[in-house]
């Protein structure tokens, strides 16, 4: 008998593949740097990040739910990605959170 931590990994797992969450997160996080001046991604995360190559210096690090008793959304998916520098350097973290139905709830950068 499968444990119900497995039962719960593969749950969300299969969610997150269902609703597409990985590719999603992936093209929010485009549009977020997109939306930035190039003056305001160079002062943040360096003159080496390059948004056309962003997607080679990607990787997802975590992958999960979060249960939130104060926020409108009691549960939501999150998924975090570290960004490399083309030397593979570490830029910054991206954070990104999505509805149960795969709406995008809020995204953010850690440096």
Do not use: P
Request: hydrophobic share 35%.
């Amino acid at each position: 008998m499968e444990s119900n931590e497995n039962l719960f990994r593969n749950m969300i797992q299969s969610d997150v593949v269902k609703l597409n969450l990985i590719q999603k997160a992936k093209q929010c996080m485009y549009q977020y740097f997109k939306d930035w001046s190039k003056d305001a991604l160079d002062d943040c995360l360096g003159a080496d990040f390059n948004l056309n190559t962003i997607n080679n210096h990607v990787k997802l690090v975590k992958c999960g739910v979060q249960i939130n008793v104060t926020q409108d959304y009691l549960f939501c998916y999150n998924l975090s990605f570290m960004i490399t520098s083309q030397n593979n350097d570490f830029l910054c973290n991206y954070y990104s959170y999505f509805d149960i139905n795969g709406g995008l709830l809020d995204q953010f950068i850690d440096r």
